[in-house]
């Protein structure tokens, strides 16, 4: 499906969010991942889990189910299942056959974020999670925050395009967060295994209104934007302004701040978009939740258009890329091969 080949929808083996770490307690949360029921929720230690939210049986949300004690009970006909996923009780039968069972995933608490893996098991390596010092969630003074969770209707690639061309802030953005610079300013690619990174080096640039808003009295800055796609859904971004030569307190950093995207598939017309963001400026985060809940109201309308659209033209239409869409379409080919690797094994 655009702009995979047919067939292709999402890397099953990776980690992908599947909430933040807040959300889940010992209520049931029922998500969607990668077209299979999920319920997430915290045992009586504190661990948290993530099973199958499907009961095999005539196919009740487990979701919309309730607790007993570390498992789930059906809310339908009572069947039991433990959080390993093994059916513990069949109230119409005195046995529990061991086939009768729902997934369970593996679930990493890391970061701000609960990491579930949909792929196989025995593959779910903590190791291939983002460094939370590379992604400057840990630098000295950084305060950070989860923000918006956003339940979106478009396919996640919708949105991954979006966050790895971001010459878009320039136009979708421009009374927020952008400016024409955005655009012109050539960008510098990283690529590795798993990896692809991005930045711009925009030096005596237009300030974005954010610079006004925030209370600096400046026209020109220095400016480094980009943003690092940790291979399948999750983006860390980076901004950081500076006092432009021949300023007073030119080179000096006066704001710097990381924002957190992860896209993790739903189906293959839906996804779930979890935002975060990590600053110097604690006082800042309380400002600018008010200030970029429209710039992702902005993103979330563009994937949503962009789905309508391919409803009615069809899945595989004419696209006339530019030299900007680098990024994007390299995101493209390395996503496409992890999912071709997949489908070979």
């Not at 499906?1 to 029922?30: C, K, Q």
């Not at 005596?204 to 399948?232: C, K, N, Q, W």
């Not at 999750?234 to 432009?244: V, Y």
């Not at 939740?289 to 994937?303: G, H, M, N, Q, S």
């Amino acid at each position: 499906m655009y702009p995979f080949t047919t067939g292709s929808f999402a890397v099953r083996n990776g980690w992908y969010v599947a909430a933040f770490r807040h959300e889940i307690d010992e209520a049931l949360l029922a998500r969607t991942i990668l077209n299979q029921p999920v319920v997430l929720y915290r045992k009586q230690d504190g661990q948290a889990v993530a099973v199958g939210g499907r009961c095999p049986h005539r196919h009740f949300p487990l979701g919309k189910s309730c607790r007993k004690g570390d498992g789930i009970v059906c809310g339908y006909h009572g069947i039991a299942f433990g959080p390993d996923g093994q059916c513990t009780d069949i109230p119409s039968q005195n046995f529990t056959p061991r086939s009768y069972h729902i997934p369970s995933y593996p679930l990493v608490e890391h970061g701000l974020w609960a990491w579930i893996w949909m792929g196989d098991a025995d593959k779910a390596d903590p190791a291939l999670l983002p460094d939370l010092a590379a992604i400057g969630l840990t630098a000295p003074g950084m305060t950070a925050r989860p923000l918006f969770v956003e339940h979106v209707k478009g396919r996640a690639q919708l949105l991954n395009d979006n966050l790895l061309d971001l010459t878009h802030l320039a136009f979708l953005h421009g009374s927020s967060i952008g400016t024409l610079d955005n655009a012109a300013t050539p960008e510098e690619v990283v690529k590795r295994p798993g990896f692809l990174g991005s930045r711009r080096h925009m030096r005596d640039a237009e300030a974005p209104p954010v610079v006004a808003y925030m209370g600096h009295d400046l026209t020109r800055i220095d400016r480094v934007s980009g943003m690092d796609f940790h291979l399948p859904g999750f983006h860390a971004g980076i901004d950081e302004s500076r006092f432009p030569q021949g300023h007073a307190r030119s080179g000096e950093a006066f704001a710097s701040s990381r924002v957190y995207h992860a896209v993790t598939p739903e189906t293959p017309h839906s996804c779930t978009y979890f935002f975060a963001m990590a600053t110097t400026d604690a006082s800042a985060i309380d400002i600018m939740e008010e200030y970029l809940r429209p710039v992702i109201a902005e993103d979330k309308f563009a994937t949503e258009e962009i789905e309508a659209m391919l409803a009615v033209v069809g899945e595989h239409p004419e696209e006339l890329l530019l030299k900007s869409d680098r990024n994007a379409v390299e995101g493209r080919r390395m996503l496409q091969a992890m999912m071709d690797a997949e489908r070979v094994g």
